[in-house]
């Protein structure tokens, strides 16, 4: 007959030690280090997407007035576009490094970052030096179309996506 081993050398028991406090539980009441970067990109992206609405709404408030032969000379139409339109780059280049997508990577990013130059230019030329009520309209409403190219691009995540209505 085979006498059974002592416990200890036939399973892997360990003698209770002592527990030290895991790092969260000396953090009560704060977020877990996950949660708080959650948090911070939902805030990135709702300012972007705010600060998106916000330029795209001023634009056609600007060319509206442009049109109609409106000044565009006061402090709400010289410095809150590009208060506006710096908050949503650097919100832009923010998000870009948190999700790692990067223009030149993702084509649909590269889509939106070339029709944003249009956009600029459109918006330029629609609000300032276009002449003529149909030279303006015709800028204003193609800088409308680049914006909403841009807004789908964003929504869809796909440069092509105009091809799903036609």
Not at 91 to 116: E, G, R
């Amino acid at each position: 007959m085979v006498e059974p081993a002592p416990p200890s050398a036939t399973t892997n028991q360990t003698e209770p030690t002592h527990t030290t406090p895991s790092p969260s539980s000396e953090r009560r009441g704060q977020s877990p280090p996950n949660q708080d970067a959650l948090m911070i990109n939902t805030i990135t992206k709702h300012l972007h997407v705010t600060t998106a609405i916000l330029s795209g709404l001023l634009l056609f408030w600007r060319g509206g007035r442009a049109l109609l032969g409106y000044s565009n000379n006061g402090f709400a139409y010289r410095v809150l576009p590009h208060l506006i339109d710096t908050i949503l780059l650097a919100s832009a280049l923010y998000l870009a490094y948190l999700s790692h997508q990067y223009p030149f990577v993702q084509a649909w990013l590269t889509a939106k970052i070339i029709v944003l130059f249009a956009y600029i230019f459109f918006g330029y030329m629609a609000v300032k030096k276009a002449k003529g009520f149909f030279g303006k309209l015709r800028y204003l409403l193609l800088a409308l179309a680049s914006f909403v190219y841009i807004i789908g691009t964003a929504h869809y995540k796909n440069w092509l996506w105009l091809t799903r209505y036609f």
